[in-house]
Nanobody
Framework: QVQLVESGGGLAQAGGSLRLSCTVS????????MGWYRQAPGNERELVAA???????NYADSVKGRFTISRDNAKNTVYLQMNSLKPEDTAVYYC??????????????WGQGTQVTVSS
C-alpha cells in the first residue's frame, strides 16, 4: 500500500511563508513525478508545482517567483516552500505522486489534503 502524508498547512498572513511537506511510503519501484495541486471553493483543482525524477520543475503562472518545489529522494519527500503568500493562495493543497509499482504498473496517489489559509 502506498501512502502520502502531508503536513505544514495552516494560517498565514499575507506576505508570509509556509512550507508544505509530503512523504511517500510503501512498496514502489520508482517515483516518476511528484507535485502539488490546490483547490479553492468554487474552483477546479489546479496544478501548482511539479517536479520530475530528473529534477525539472513546472509552476503555475500564479505562483512563479513565489513558490519553490523541491525533493529529498532519500526520504521520498517533496516540499513546497510558499513565500509572499496572497489571500488568493487560500485553498486545500494536495500532494500527488506518480509512481511505478514493483509489478510494473503505473499509479497515481494523492495525499489527504492540507488547508492553507492566508489572511489579508
Amino acid at each position: 500500500q502506498v501512502q502520502l502524508v502531508e503536513s505544514g498547512g495552516g494560517l498565514a498572513q499575507a506576505g508570509g511563508s509556509l512550507r508544505l511537506s509530503c512523504t511517500v511510503s510503501g512498496s514502489i519501484f520508482s517515483i516518476n513525478a511528484m507535485g502539488w495541486y490546490r483547490q479553492a471553493p468554487g474552483n477546479e483543482r489546479e496544478l501548482v508545482a511539479a517536479i520530475v525524477s530528473g529534477g525539472s520543475t513546472n509552476y503555475a503562472d500564479s505562483v512563479k517567483g513565489r513558490f519553490t518545489i523541491s525533493r529529498d529522494n532519500a526520504k521520498n519527500t517533496v516540499y513546497l516552500q510558499m513565500n509572499s503568500l496572497k489571500p488568493e493562495d487560500t485553498a486545500v493543497y494536495y500532494c500527488n505522486c506518480n509512481v511505478q509499482m514493483v509489478s510494473g504498473a503505473f499509479r497515481r496517489y494523492w495525499g489527504q489534503g492540507t488547508q492553507v489559509t492566508v489572511s489579508s
